[in-house]
């Protein structure tokens, strides 16, 4: 992927790159955290219990998430 400035292209604010930036963080801190418990937490094909177990973890680090990004939208909001 290339990325590339024209004269014609709008400058960025210094809230709008902030904001790209912690959205960049999020994201990749989501994504690591989603393949650390892939790699950590194997399940056994038919293993209902231990897949239920996994999930309800899974659920548990979700809800955590999404208090972050509720967090950073009052950030956006108040500013």
Known sequence: MTWSYTASSKPCSVESVFVCLLLYF???D????EEEMLRQQ???VGDVDDILQVLDKQK???????????????FRQYR
Do not use: P
């Open 26 to 28: 999020q994201i990749r």
């Open 30 to 33: 989501w994504l690591t955290l």
């Open 42 to 44: 194997a399940v056994v």
């Open 60 to 74: 548990v680090r979700l809800s955590i998430n999404m208090s972050r990004c509720v967090r950073v939208a009052a």
